[in-house]
C-alpha cells in the first residue's frame, strides 16, 4: 500500500506561481511512475504531468508546457509540481498519483493510488 500527501496549493493571483508538493509513503517501489492530475467543478479528472521514478522520462499536457514542471527527489520519496505563468483556467483539484510499473501515463483510471488531493485558485 502507498499513501500520498499533497501540499501546497492555495490561492494566487494570475501569473503567479505555486509549488505543490506529494510525499509518497509505505511500500515504494523504485519503478513507481507518479503523476498530477487535476479536476475543476463539474468536469472530467484532467492529465497534467507525469515522471517515471527510476528513468526520469517526463511528459506534460498541451496546456502546461512551459509552464509547469514535474520533478522528484528519489532520497525523499517526494514529487513536485512548480506551476508558474498561472492562469485562471489552471484553477482545479490538484491530485497527486502512483502507478507500480516503470511505463508513463496520461489515463487516470491507469493509476493505482492517489492523495486526498489540493485545491488551486487562480484570480484574474
Known amino acids: 500500500q502507498v499513501q500520498l500527501v499533497e501540499s501546497g496549493g492555495g490561492l494566487v493571483q494570475a501569473g503567479g506561481s505555486l509549488r505543490l508538493s506529494c510525499a509518497a509513503s509505505g511500500r515504494t517501489f523504485s519503478s513507481y511512475t507518479m503523476g498530477w492530475f487535476r479536476q475543476a467543478p463539474g468536469k472530467e479528472r484532467e492529465f497534467v504531468a507525469t515522471?517515471?521514478?527510476?528513468?526520469?522520462?517526463?511528459y506534460y499536457a498541451d496546456s502546461v508546457k512551459g509552464r509547469f514542471t514535474i520533478s522528484r527527489d528519489n532520497a525523499k520519496n517526494t514529487v513536485y509540481l512548480q506551476m508558474n505563468s498561472l492562469k485562471p483556467e489552471d484553477s482545479a483539484v490538484y491530485y497527486c498519483?502512483?502507478?507500480?510499473?516503470?511505463?508513463?501515463?496520461?489515463?487516470?483510471?491507469?493509476?493505482?493510488?492517489w492523495g486526498q488531493g489540493t485545491q488551486v485558485t487562480v484570480s484574474s
Open positions: 515522471i517515471t521514478w527510476g528513468g526520469g522520462l517526463i
Open positions: 498519483a502512483a502507478r507500480p510499473v516503470a511505463s508513463y501515463s496520461r489515463r487516470y483510471q491507469e493509476y493505482d493510488y
